[in-house]
Each structure stands twice: as C-alpha cells, then as structure tokens.
C-alpha cells in the first residue's frame, strides 16, 4: 500500500539525489525553488514525486507503471490540501498538453496554452473570471486605452518616464503591478511607491496583475524541452493572458522599456509583439538615462545595498526616496543589507 511521504530534499543528500533521478527519468529537469516535496513511496520505492512553491504545484512526475491510475490523483490532492492549509485560497499548475485533462478531472481550470509547451491551469475559489470582473469597473469605454506591467522593486524615475510617455500617447493609462511576493521589496509597497510615484498624472490607474503574470522566480522551466527558449515561453504565456485583461479592460497599446544590455528582456518583448500584435501595439521605448547609465531598480538596490544614498536620489522619485527614508523603508533596507531579502530580483 502506498504512502505520502515528505523528502526533506534540502537536508539530506540521498533523498535530493533520489528526488532528481526519478525526476530524470521522467524527462523532467529538477528546480530547486521549491518550499517543499513530497513522494508517494511503495515501502522504500518512490512511485511518484510532487513539490510546492507558495501555491503553485511543482516538478510532479508518476512512474510510467503507476499513470493511469489513482497514484496521481493522490498525489495532487495531497498537495492541494497542503497548500489550502498553508492559507491560500487558490492552486496553481503549469504542466504539459498530455496532462491537462488529468488535472481539469481534479476540479482545475485551464486559464491559458502556450502551443504544445505549456498550459497553465488554476483551481480558486476566486479564480481568473472573478479577477477579471474586479478590474471591468476601471474600463474606459472612449479614447485609446494602454498598459504597461511593472514590477518597480522599487519604482524609480525610469519607471516614472515610461509612464508619462504613455500618458502622452493614450487617453488613458492602466500601470499593472506584479502582485507576487517574490522581490526585495514586498508587493503592498512596491504597489503604494507606484500609486505616489504617478498621482500627478491625471490619467494613469493603478491596478494589480493578481497571480496571472509572473516572474522568473516563480515560472517553471524544469518540464520543457532544453531547446525551447523558457524566456519565450513565459512571455507567450503572459501575454495570451494579457490578451483576455486587454480586451475586457478595452486596452489596445502597451508600452515596455528597452533593456540594451538584457538579451533575455529583448528576447521576452520579442515573444510579447508577437503575440500581442496586431490587436494590441506593442510599443518598446528607450531607457532614461543618468550619467551615461540606464537606470533601473537593480541599480537603486545595488546603492542602497553600498549605502550611496546620493546615487538613490538621483535614481527614483521624491515619493520612493521618502519611504526609503521613512523608519519603515529604513528597516526593509537593513534587511536587504543583512542579507534576510534577496537584492538580486527585478
């Protein structure tokens, strides 16, 4: 009789290498972002292997002798549950074409395909629809509406300028802004610094991108082909999802920056024209520049990580330097400083 089991994969040596080989002999490459794994053991034989990263299901594979029965079944309701009791309302999986119709039987909801690569499926409580329904309010019925998607880890002046040139360019301006925890900065700040950063535009709305765009910390890799370019994938991935916000929020331009010495960021707005377009006009404009240096936020939290605080300044907005300076901003900077949150994310 089968059992679930933890591996405690980042503790003990054989357990990780018996974790990778059964993966491998699924074609499936190992990630180890994950917060925790599990296998489905027959006495000492591990039969199938699943992980968790926040709420999303990851690197779950089945020995070939047990697909087609209840081992996966199993197995995914196991780390459902796991993740409802860790306090998340929804689920998320992004697995192949061939198992999409195994996880829709466990109650799943496909939200958007990548060709033959990739599908990304959701189980909620509030899931996409209920998103979509929450942003349909904000709508502009008249005039040409834009996007633009930012992280702003934090939101600086370069950020600033690609906002106001869209405002110059569209009757009206919705700035998305990543939901997912997964930077330095936490998303209620980095959302609140956007809010500060753009209320004298009198044009610009500010909304979150809920969990329908994601970052690299968080999109898999470990199941698709090593030639496939994960870059492209994603940004396929991200933007037929945009396309279904775009055409209920009336948005039919989107504005991105250029990212010179960034050949992933090129190949990533490369993927976005093709899908996006000719629906919706990708527009990539060219970074603002200080001192002959592109900013950027890595470049903010590589000074703030040195202690130039005269570079900061130059670098972001009197609103963003504000909270950095603010006890609050003052005690995520120590943070970043001390190692406790990573400075490396975008």
């Given amino acids: 009789m089968s059992e679930i089991r933890r591996m405690h994969i980042k503790r003990y040596r054989d357990e990780y290498e018996q974790w990778v080989s059964f993966l491998n002999d699924a074609n499936i490459r190992h990630e180890d972002n994950v917060d925790y794994t599990y296998g489905v053991f027959?006495?000492?034989?591990?039969?199938?292997?699943?992980?968790?990263?926040?709420?999303?299901?990851?690197?779950?594979?089945?020995?070939?002798?047990?697909?087609?029965?209840?081992?996966?079944?199993?197995?995914?309701?196991?780390?459902?549950?796991?993740v409802l009791d860790n306090g998340y309302t929804n689920v998320y999986v992004y697995t192949k074409p061939s198992a999409v119709e195994s996880f829709k039987y466990l109650g799943f909801k496909q939200i958007a395909a990548v060709g033959e690569d990739l599908v990304f499926l959701e189980k909620a409580m509030n899931g996409f629809d209920r998103y979509l329904e929450r942003i349909e309010p904000y709508r502009k019925e008249t005039g040409v509406s834009a996007a633009i998607v930012m992280n702003a880890n934090p939101f600086t002046k370069g950020h600033q300028y690609l906002v106001e040139y869209a405002t110059l360019h569209a009757d009206h301006v919705f700035v998305f802004v990543l939901s997912e925890d997964a930077s330095a900065f936490p998303a209620h700040v980095r959302r609140n610094l956007v809010e500060k950063g753009t209320a004298h535009f009198a044009n610009v709305t500010v909304l979150d991108t809920g969990n329908y765009m994601v970052s690299n910390q968080t999109f898999p890799s470990y199941f698709l082909k090593e030639d496939v370019s994960v870059t492209a994938v994603q940004?396929?991935?991200?933007?037929?999802?945009?396309?279904?916000?775009?055409?209920?929020?009336?948005?039919?331009?989107?504005?991105?920056?250029?990212?010179?010495?960034?050949?992933?960021?090129?190949?990533?707005?490369?993927?976005?024209?093709?899908?996006?377009?000719?629906?919706?006009?990708?527009?990539?404009?060219?970074?603002?520049?200080?001192?002959?240096?592109?900013?950027?936020?890595?470049?903010?939290?590589?000074?703030?990580?040195?202690?130039?605080?005269?570079?900061?300044?130059?670098?972001?907005?009197?609103?963003?330097?504000?909270?950095?300076?603010?006890?609050?901003?003052?005690?995520?900077?120590?943070?970043?400083?001390?190692?406790?949150?990573?400075?490396?994310?975008?």
């Fill in 42 to 82: 027959e006495g000492d034989t591990l039969i199938a292997t699943g992980s968790i990263y926040q709420n999303i299901l990851k690197c779950i594979a089945v020995c070939k002798k047990y697909t087609g029965g209840g081992t996966l079944n199993q197995l995914i309701s196991f780390l459902m549950n796991e």
């Fill in 235 to 346: 940004a396929a991935l991200d933007a037929t999802i945009f396309k279904n916000i775009a055409n209920v929020m009336n948005i039919t331009k989107r504005f991105v920056g250029e990212e010179p010495y960034s050949e992933a960021t090129a190949i990533y707005n490369q993927a976005l024209k093709s899908v996006l377009e000719p629906e919706i006009r990708l527009s990539i404009i060219p970074r603002k520049e200080i001192t002959g240096n592109v900013i950027s936020a890595s470049l903010v939290r590589k000074a703030l990580f040195e202690n130039d605080l005269e570079l900061v300044q130059k670098l972001v907005p009197t609103t963003t330097y504000d909270y950095l300076m603010s006890e609050e901003g003052q005690t995520l900077i120590s943070e970043i400083r001390n190692g406790g949150t990573s400075i490396g994310k975008i």
